[in-house]
């Protein structure tokens, strides 16, 4: 995404919006990333946060981000997205200056202690 003003112009990848939205959030276990070839869930380690987001630029005005998340056995799934929705539209508006249109979390497993 290019943002141009007075003094210049600005590149922000999808990749810094993307670890952006990989710090951690309450319940979420970890970032899932579904396998299209079998459809299985895979975690990755913690320094692949990014993998289970994706990030697009709609007319390199605003971004619609998709996370696709694990969860812990017990926490109450609605309020942690909503929670979500609200940390990441924040902190990537806060610190890049780019407007976010829309957040999708998706849930794709449930983690036991």
Not at 70 to 86: F, K, L, P
Request: with cysteine; proline share 0%; net charge negative.
């Amino acid at each position: 995404m290019l943002i141009e003003n007075e003094y210049g112009t600005i590149d922000i990848t999808n990749d810094v919006i993307a670890d952006i939205v990989a710090s951690h959030c309450y319940g979420v276990h970890g970032m899932a990333n579904k396998n299209k070839l079998d459809g299985l869930v895979q975690l990755f380690k913690r320094d692949s946060n990014r993998k289970g987001i994706q990030v697009e630029v709609v007319d390199n005005e605003t971004v619609n981000i998709e996370l696709h998340i694990v969860v812990r056995h017990g926490v109450n799934i609605a309020a942690a997205g909503d929670s979500i929705i609200s940390e990441v539209r924040y902190n990537v508006e806060k610190l890049t200056g780019v407007k976010v249109g829309r957040v999708d979390v998706f849930v794709d497993s449930l983690m036991t202690d």
